[in-house]
């Protein structure tokens, strides 16, 4: 599955890629913070962490399904939002 996803602050990008999930284990270095993720059953295990001081987040560990998303979705992270939108033909 592919995840395109952007971290925002408000209004802004603060940071915006796209991964591959798949049965091996990858982490992927961003400028921002890391991203790991791996294929377990029907749902992809992402994890979110090493955060720069900057963005004042932890660790934010998502269980996401195997799904074609419509459009974007997002989730809330203390003051940033988490967008993605999944695609299982690309």
Request: glycine share 4%; aromatic share 8%; with cysteine.
């Amino acid at each position: 599955m592919r995840v395109e996803f952007a971290l925002l602050s408000g209004d802004t990008v603060l940071e915006r890629s796209a991964i591959y999930v798949t049965a091996e284990a990858q982490c992927s270095h961003l400028a921002l913070f890391h991203v790991a993720h791996q294929l377990e059953g029907d749902s992809a295990k992402i994890v979110l962490s090493n955060f720069a001081p900057e963005i004042g987040l932890k660790t934010a560990a998502l269980n996401m399904p195997l799904h074609q998303s419509e459009d974007w979705e997002s989730i809330e992270l203390a003051t940033h939002t988490f967008a993605f939108r999944c695609s299982l033909d690309a």
